[in-house]
């Protein structure tokens, strides 16, 4: 019987008619040669006496021995097949195993059979070969391995996905023994600091990107002086194949100590906050303690109170309606502020190396320890909310069980998680422990707990096997964006998972949408408030928004080992840059520019699936009032109920909605570009080049079009972890080989693709832009930044929001208005209209003026239109106004040509550098 799973097969002892070949095998046929007739045909049986024996044979397989049984084949719908009628499997209750020590191998083939056949006759088909005894060598692994007791796999899960508890039981178990685990499969959680003396094997699916991510998985084995074996499958992607050809490149490489990221903001603020908390702690239990020591005491015990239970209930157990309030702290931290930033700058000035020593200078830390308190009160405040929200949940639906007499089975089960929740919020266990809560909020320092602030709650679900289990999901908000969403398939626990609710406040508080308006054809956004002036109402498509938020997770189905492709849902994310960032490296590869942006603020929006996008349906089937939700792939029944229920018992429509979230990244930003298919095509490139070059996945580089109009198009390429995890940096520091590598990749497509393939550059991810994938395109970008990267310069961070527009009027001063944040100047006023006469008024494009008077710049853009700036008529009223208004109002005029902006970068820095001067900022105009 063949040894495959799909398409299901029968045995006959010959085939009919309508028989389907591929579903039924045969003993005899009708025409030509089985394997069956071969091999018996090889005993030196007579041949006019061949089909009599296999008679026999099969007579006593299925009414003598009942070897073989008769079985009905289904399809996916479990149907049974047409054309496999009447076909036979063999009866697993039949199958046993012994052991023995021989094989024999055939002389010609070198099959290996497990006994000696009749005539030592070979079984391969048409092989005329005969075996021979030979005793397994026993220094082979494998005989090795039979040499031992029998014993069955037994695997387990492990990610960062499996909840705490299951995690240390699942370590406990496999590390005795005599556990019940004997097989782990993990992510990277178990490549560093584990040791398990008797483990045999390590199997990795792919080759790890450098020497020491192998050796430090393949050193997971064999210690103590066991044998082991490391095996290592190569994918067909260039970084495989490299190492495969010559497996010694990898394993005679340099392995190079591990960096961590100390750059990392939020990593630094962590342990900013519990270095405070430390201090504070050792100030409040000295011997004979001041009464400003008892104090401090008392408002630590407020702050940070045993359990959470502290948080969330008054000392008479009735819940807290509102957050806690920590003001105490954030007075005890200024009282004692000197001494509280002494000893957290002592600790870093020790410790921190010097190439970092920027993210801990003084006013840094200072900023961190003025914020503790606000932070900690966020956190406290969202696990107050999801109290809270739990708390009315429950209610709600105990109301609505008393209105309807019964509720559905989702409600049901919501209903019973929200009493669990609680229930467990008001416990005292090591899970609530506060300290252990806030490090996985991400207020204080964890070992790789804290995944991000948006939580998926499943709970008495069936996961693995069929017992029941509670868990929780976090995500960072940028990556619950793409995953925590309607249509999209959550994997989880061995189990398949959907979004059935949102959290969303409850109350007067209620939901509030944002609302947008968004050009599909360029993928632009703005917010209703900066809707622009010269986008034509046929251009754009009007929608709301709510950002991401916790949700109810919906077990769907186990994952089944059928399951080879997990599904996940393209999206189309669409987004803009904020003003803020914490500095920004331009850098130069030959003449082409391009930005490092560090904790760049951006606001993302999931405006729907990218498919239903491309049809121009946006936005996500919810309702405002309970937060269910339906998968917009619902079918039009399904959809008209949902509707219609929840009009009924939430007295309000459910809606169409995005999701937004906001959030600071690094990422490299590359400018000016003709057309998306060149921003895409580029982004793509940097993607798949980083991919076959750097220890990291597909989605650990995020990309988003920024487009200015249809002729002038930005592209980001950001990393979406939190505070970053310096990949961006390891780009730029491998970036003429990791260019190479791309380009090498991209020629030289497995698929041998005319434009692009899901070999090359198409993935689920990128959907959207599957029309504007050219590998060839991405080739030639990548070619002009293959050269060494040079720095040009630095600009300092800015903190602070943008002010109140006054208005754009078109895309290209938008363009400059964001090129003027970047640089870090002060904020611009925007068509300020300056009276330099009764009749005569002009208006700059940008105006400043310093709070003392003192500093007056007006900045033109030239060029827009050959009717306003272009004609020698116009130029010459221009130049007068502008004389005038540098003699009489003292104001520095810069003229800047429109071109310069979106087509000449290197002009473009010359006057950054001009405006500076005139600020009288050395510092911006040094970096330029």
């Keep these: 019987m063949p040894l495959i799973d799909f398409p299901p097969k029968g045995l006959k002892f010959k085939r009919e008619k309508n028989d389907k070949e591929g579903f039924v095998?045969?003993?005899?046929?009708?025409?030509?040669?089985?394997?069956?007739?071969?091999?018996?045909?090889?005993?030196?049986?007579?041949?006019?006496?061949?089909?009599?024996?296999?008679?026999?044979?099969?007579?006593?397989?299925?009414?003598?021995?009942?070897?073989?049984?008769?079985?009905?084949?289904?399809?996916?719908?479990?149907?049974?097949?047409?054309?496999?009628?009447?076909?036979?499997?063999?009866?697993?209750?039949?199958?046993?195993?012994?052991?023995?020590?021989?094989?024999?191998?055939?002389?010609?083939?070198?099959?290996?059979?497990?006994?000696?056949?009749?005539?030592?006759?070979?079984?391969?088909?048409?092989?005329?070969?005969?075996?021979?005894?030979?005793?397994?060598?026993?220094?082979?692994?494998?005989?090795?391995?039979?040499?031992?007791?029998?014993?069955?796999?037994?695997?387990?899960?492990?990610?960062?996905?499996?909840?705490?508890?299951?995690?240390?039981?699942?370590?406990?178990?496999f590390k005795n023994p005599k556990g019940s685990i004997n097989c782990l499969v993990a992510t990277p959680t178990l490549e560093l600091g584990i040791d398990i003396g008797s483990l045999d094997m390590v199997l990795m699916r792919n080759v790890p990107p450098l020497p020491a991510n192998y050796w430090q998985r393949a050193g997971r084995a064999g210690r103590r002086h066991r044998m082991a074996v490391i095996y290592t499958y190569c994918n067909r992607k260039a970084h495989d194949e490299y190492f495969f050809e010559d497996p010694m490149r990898l394993l005679n490489g340099i392995v190079y100590p591990p960096r961590l990221n100390l750059?990392?903001?939020?990593?630094?603020?962590?342990?900013?906050?519990?270095?405070?908390l430390a201090q504070l702690t050792h100030m409040s239990q000295r011997d004979n303690p001041t009464d400003v020591e008892r104090a401090i005491h008392q408002t630590l015990q407020e702050s940070f109170p045993p359990f959470v239970s502290g948080y969330l209930f008054k000392e008479d157990r009735r819940y807290r309606t509102e957050p806690v309030d920590l003001s105490n702290l954030m007075t005890t931290i200024h009282e004692h502020k000197s001494s509280l930033l002494s000893s957290v700058l002592k600790i870093f000035s020790e410790q921190w190396p010097s190439d970092s020593v920027d993210e801990v200078q003084d006013k840094v830390i200072q900023k961190y320890l003025d914020e503790l308190q606000p932070n900690l009160s966020k956190q406290v405040k969202l696990i107050h909310?999801?109290?809270?929200?739990?708390?009315?949940?429950?209610?709600?639906?105990?109301?609505?069980?008393?209105?309807?007499?019964?509720l559905e089975e989702l409600d049901e089960r919501l209903r019973r998680r929200c009493?669990?929740?609680?229930?467990?919020?008001?416990?005292?266990?090591?899970?609530?422990?506060?300290?252990?809560?806030?490090?996985?909020?991400?207020?204080?320092?964890?070992?790789?707990?804290?995944?991000?602030?948006?939580?998926?709650?499943?709970?008495?679900?069936?996961?693995?096997?069929?017992?029941?289990?509670?868990?929780?999901?976090?995500?960072?908000?940028?990556?619950?964006?793409?995953?925590?969403?309607?249509?999209?398939?959550?994997?989880?626990?061995?189990?398949?998972?959907?979004?059935?609710?949102?959290?969303?406040?409850?109350?007067e508080e209620g939901i509030?949408?944002?609302?947008?308006?968004?050009?599909?054809?360029?993928?632009?956004?703005?917010?209703?408030?900066?809707?622009?002036?010269?986008?034509?109402?046929?251009?754009?498509?009007?929608?709301?928004?709510?950002?991401?938020?916790?949700?109810?997770?919906?077990?769907?189905?186990?994952?089944?080992?059928?399951?080879?492709?997990?599904?996940?849902?393209?999206?189309?994310?669409?987004?803009?840059?904020?003003?803020?960032?914490?500095?920004?490296?331009?850098?130069?590869?030959?003449?082409?520019?391009?930005?490092?942006?560090?904790?760049?603020k951006i606001?993302?929006?999931?405006?729907?699936?990218?498919?239903?996008?491309?049809?121009?349906?946006?936005?996500?089937?919810?309702?405002?009032?309970?937060?269910?939700?339906?998968?917009?792939?619902?079918?039009?029944?399904?959809?008209?109920?949902?509707?219609?229920?929840?009009?009924?018992?939430?007295?309000?429509?459910?809606?169409?909605?995005?999701?937004?979230?906001?959030?600071?990244?690094?990422?490299?930003?590359?400018?000016?570009?003709?057309?998306?298919?060149?921003?895409?095509?580029?982004?793509?490139?940097?993607?798949?080049?980083?991919?076959?070059?750097?220890?990291?996945?597909?989605?650990?580089?995020?990309?988003?079009?920024?487009?200015?109009?249809?002729?002038l198009f930005n592209v980001l390429v950001y990393d979406p972890m939190s505070g970053g995890s310096r990949i961006i940096n390891q780009i730029l520091d491998e970036w003429t080989v990791l260019i190479e590598k791309g380009i090498n990749v991209l020629n030289n497509c497995q698929g041998g693709c005319e434009k692009a393939c899901y070999d090359c550059m198409k993935s689920y991810s990128n959907m959207l832009y599957h029309q504007e994938l050219d590998r060839n395109t991405a080739v030639n970008l990548l070619e002009k930044l293959k050269n060494e990267v040079s720095h040009v310069c630095y600009i300092p961070p800015i903190d602070e929001p943008s002010l109140p527009d006054s208005g754009s009027t078109n895309t290209v001063e938008m363009l400059l208005g964001e090129k003027l944040d970047s640089y870090g100047f002060p904020s611009f006023q925007r068509q300020v209209e300056i009276k330099l006469s009764s009749t005569l008024i002009t208006t700059p494009d940008f105006y400043y003026i310093s709070p003392d008077g003192s500093i007056k710049i007006a900045?033109?853009?030239?060029?827009?239109?050959?009717?306003?700036?272009?004609?020698?008529?116009?130029q010459a009223k221009d130049e007068y106004i502008r004389r005038m208004l540098q003699s009489k109002e003292k104001v520095t005029v810069i003229s800047i040509?429109?071109?310069?902006v979106n087509k000449d970068p290197a002009a473009l820095r010359w006057k950054m550098k001009e405006i500076a001067m005139a600020l009288g900022n050395e510092e911006i105009e040094q970096a330029i």
């Design 25 to 173: 095998k045969d003993i005899i046929a009708v025409g030509g040669m089985t394997g069956s007739v071969s091999f018996v045909k090889n005993w030196g049986v007579e041949p006019d006496l061949i089909t009599q024996l296999l008679e026999d044979v099969w007579e006593g397989l299925v009414n003598k021995w009942h070897i073989l049984t008769p079985v009905t084949l289904k399809d996916a719908k479990n149907q049974a097949l047409s054309g496999a009628s009447g076909v036979y499997q063999i009866n697993s209750a039949k199958v046993g195993i012994i052991s023995q020590f021989e094989r024999h191998r055939c002389s010609i083939c070198n099959r290996v059979h497990t006994r000696e056949s009749p005539g030592q006759a070979c079984t391969k088909f048409r092989c005329k070969g005969h075996t021979r005894f030979e005793e397994p060598p026993e220094d082979e692994y494998n005989i090795s391995l039979l040499g031992r007791e029998l014993t069955m796999i037994m695997a387990r899960e492990h990610t960062a996905q499996v909840p705490a508890k299951d995690r240390q039981y699942i370590e406990k178990e």
């Design 263 to 276: 750059k990392n903001p939020v990593m630094i603020r962590k342990h900013v906050h519990a270095t405070v």
């Design 385 to 406: 909310q999801r109290f809270m929200w739990a708390i009315n949940k429950r209610n709600e639906l105990n109301k609505k069980e008393v209105e309807l007499s019964t």
């Design 419 to 507: 009493k669990e929740y609680i229930s467990e919020m008001a416990g005292r266990s090591l899970d609530n422990y506060t300290l252990n809560v806030l490090g996985r909020y991400g207020f204080l320092p964890g070992y790789a707990i804290n995944q991000g602030s948006i939580t998926g709650f499943a709970s008495n679900t069936f996961s693995t096997g069929w017992m029941r289990k509670t868990f929780e999901l976090t995500r960072p908000e940028i990556l619950a964006l793409r995953e925590f969403v309607p249509g999209n398939i959550i994997y989880a626990n061995g189990g398949r998972y959907k979004v059935a609710y949102y959290h969303l406040p409850f109350g």
């Design 512 to 600: 509030n949408p944002e609302n947008y308006v968004a050009n599909i054809k360029t993928m632009k956004i703005f917010e209703e408030k900066n809707r622009p002036d010269d986008y034509a109402e046929d251009q754009i498509i009007e929608l709301s928004g709510i950002p991401i938020s916790d949700a109810e997770l919906s077990f769907i189905s186990h994952v089944t080992d059928e399951e080879t492709n997990r599904f996940k849902l393209p999206v189309a994310i669409l987004g803009e840059l904020r003003r803020e960032h914490r500095g920004i490296d331009k850098y130069a590869s030959g003449t082409n520019e391009f930005s490092h942006l560090h904790g760049q």
């Design 603 to 711: 606001r993302l929006i999931n405006i729907g699936p990218s498919d239903k996008v491309a049809e121009g349906i946006v936005g996500y089937p919810v309702c405002r009032v309970c937060g269910a939700t339906r998968s917009p792939y619902s079918s039009q029944k399904e959809l008209e109920n949902f509707i219609e229920i929840h009009e009924k018992n939430c007295h309000e429509k459910p809606g169409y909605l995005c999701f937004s979230a906001d959030a600071q990244v690094d990422g490299l930003l590359f400018e000016g570009l003709p057309s998306k298919a060149e921003a895409v095509n580029l982004a793509e490139g940097i993607r798949i080049a980083s991919n076959v070059s750097l220890e990291m996945e597909p989605d650990d580089l995020q990309i988003l079009i920024l487009p200015h109009d249809e002729e």
């Design 859 to 874: 900045i033109y853009l030239d060029g827009l239109s050959r009717g306003i700036h272009g004609n020698p008529e116009q």
């Design 897 to 900: 040509p429109a071109t310069y």
